[in-house]
C-alpha cells in the first residue's frame, strides 16, 4: 500500500506541470464543452453509439476534471469522470481523438463509530462526522419504520458501520450503510443489510422504505443497475444507470413514490418517458412505455403505488420492459440501495444465514459501542486519482 502510494506519488510529480484540473461549470454540456477546446465532434460524440452519447450528459457541475497538454500545448489526454466508478477517457492517438469510458479506480474501508444522541440522529450524526450523506443514509433507511420525534432522549446511543470508498485517501461516493443501531427509550433498534442488498430488522423483515421497490408488479429483472460493466461482445466499458423490469406489453406501472411529474413526454432513446420528482431531491424515471395512463401529465400529483402508464418498448429497446431509474439531485444511483419494502419476510434458509450475519454485525456493534469508537480522522490529500489513472491508462 506504501509503496502504490510512493509510485502514485512519482507519477503525479512528473506530470503535474502538465496536468491541469478544472471544474465543469454550471450550465456547460459536452458538446460546448469539446467547441470550447477545439476538438473534433465527429469522432467525441456524433460518431460514438448512443449509450456512449448518452454517458456524456452525465457530466454535473462541481465535477472535477483532468487535462493533459505536451510540450506543444496540445491537448493529449482528459479525463471526466462521470460516477464513482467511471470516466470518459479522451485521448490522442496520432492525429484522432478517441472516446473510451474506463473504470475509476479505488479502495474501500469498512468504517465505524459510536455516538451519543445530542437532538434528532441528524443532526446528532452531523455533529459527529460532518458527513450529510451519512446522516442521510442513516435516516433514508429508518425513515419508515421509527418515530425519531417521539422517541428520541438525549444521552442515547447511536452506532453505525458502513463502506466509504477512498480514492488516494480521499473520501468519494455515497457510503453504504451496512448496520446501524439506534436506542431509543431503553430499547435498541437495529437495521442490517443482507446479502441480498436489502435492509432488515432484527426479526428478519424488510425495512420499509419510500419508495416501492418494484414499480412493475410480479415483474423480473432482466437487466441490473451497474456504473461500469465490460460489455463482452463490443469490449469496451458501458453503464446502465438504471433497472429493466422485463414484462407483458401492456402490465400496469406504479408510481415507485409520492411526487409530483416533471415529464410525460417523449424523450429520445428512452421513448414514453415518465420522471415524478420525490421528496429529498429524489428523482424517478420510466422509459419505453407503451402509453401513459389517462390524466397522468406534467405537473400533476401522483400517490406511491398509483397507476401511471403501461409497459412498452417504445424508444431505444429490444423488447417489452420497463427501464427504471433513480436520481438523487440529477445523479442515477442504484434503485436497490435505496429502496425497500416492508412485504419480505426472511424464512427457512435465508433467515439462518441472516442470523449468522446479524450475530457478527451485533458482536461489532457491541464493541464500538463499549469502545465509544470515533468517527475516523482524514487527512486531506490532493485529487490525484484521475493523474493517475492518465499515466497508466494511455494505451487504450
Ligand atoms: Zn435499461
Redesign the pocket.
Known amino acids: 500500500m506504501i509503496r502504490l502510494f510512493f509510485i502514485l506519488l512519482i507519477t503525479t510529480t512528473l506530470f503535474s506541470s502538465q496536468v491541469q484540473r478544472y471544474r465543469w461549470a454550471n450550465g456547460d454540456t459536452y458538446l460546448v464543452f469539446l467547441e470550447k477546446l477545439n476538438l473534433p465532434m465527429r469522432s467525441l460524440y456524433y460518431n460514438l453509439d448512443k449509450d456512449d452519447q448518452r454517458l456524456t450528459e452525465e457530466m454535473r457541475a462541481g465535477i472535477h476534471y483532468q487535462i493533459l497538454r505536451d510540450d506543444n500545448k496540445t491537448i493529449t489526454q482528459i479525463l471526466l469522470p462521470l460516477n464513482d466508478e467511471l470516466q470518459i477517457h479522451i485521448y490522442k492517438k496520432g492525429d484522432i481523438y478517441k472516446f473510451e469510458p474506463i473504470p475509476i479506480i479505488s479502495t474501500t474501508k469498512t468504517e465505524a463509530f459510536a455516538t451519543k444522541i445530542v437532538s434528532s440522529p441528524n443532526y446528532t450524526i452531523m455533529k459527529e462526522t460532518g458527513s450529510r450523506k451519512l446522516a442521510q443514509i442513516f435516516t433514508a433507511n429508518f425513515r419508515n419504520s421509527l418515530n425519531f420525534k417521539n422517541d428520541i432522549r438525549k444521552g442515547d446511543d447511536l452506532v453505525m458501520i458502513y463502506e466509504q470508498k477512498y480514492r488516494l485517501g480521499q473520501i468519494f461516493s455515497m457510503p453504504i450503510l451496512k448496520v446501524a443501531m439506534i436506542e431509543m427509550r431503553h430499547k435498541q433498534h437495529y437495521i442490517y443489510l443482507n446479502d441480498d442488498s436489502r435492509y432488515y430488522d432484527e426479526k428478519g423483515h424488510e425495512v420499509e422504505g419510500f419508495l416501492l421497490a418494484r414499480p412493475v408488479r410480479g415483474a423480473r429483472i432482466s ?1 441490473y443497475f451497474t456504473k461500469r460493466r465490460y460489455h463482452p461482445v463490443l469490449h469496451k466499458w458501458k453503464a ?1 444507470l ?1 433497472i ?1 423490469y422485463a414484462a407483458r406489453r401492456g402490465t400496469p406501472i406504479v408510481a415507485a413514490g409520492s411526487g409530483r411529474i416533471t415529464y410525460a413526454a417523449r424523450m429520445g432513446s428512452y421513448g414514453n418517458l415518465i420522471k415524478i420528482r420525490h421528496a429529498d431531491g429524489y428523482e424517478t424515471r420510466y422509459a419505453h412505455l407503451k402509453s401513459f395512463r389517462r390524466g397522468i401529465r406534467k405537473g400533476k400529483y401522483v400517490k406511491k403505488g398509483q397507476t401511471i402508464g403501461y409497459v412498452g418498448t417504445t424508444g431505444r429497446s429490444t423488447g417489452p420492459h420497463l ?1 427504471f431509474e433513480l436520481r438523487k439531485r440529477g445523479r442515477a444511483i442504484n434503485p436497490l440501495r435505496v429502496v425497500q419494502v416492508t412485504t419480505k419476510k426472511l424464512k427457512g434458509k435465508e433467515y439462518k444465514a441472516f442470523i449468522k450475519l446479524k450475530k457478527n454485525y451485533d458482536e461489532s456493534v457491541a464493541l464500538h459501542l463499549k469502545n465509544q469508537t470515533k468517527y475516523p480522522k482524514r487527512a486531506k490529500f490532493a485529487d490525484m486519482c484521475y493523474i493517475h489513472s492518465m499515466s497508466c491508462d494511455t494505451d487504450g
Open positions: 437487466s446502465h438504471g429493466d427501464h
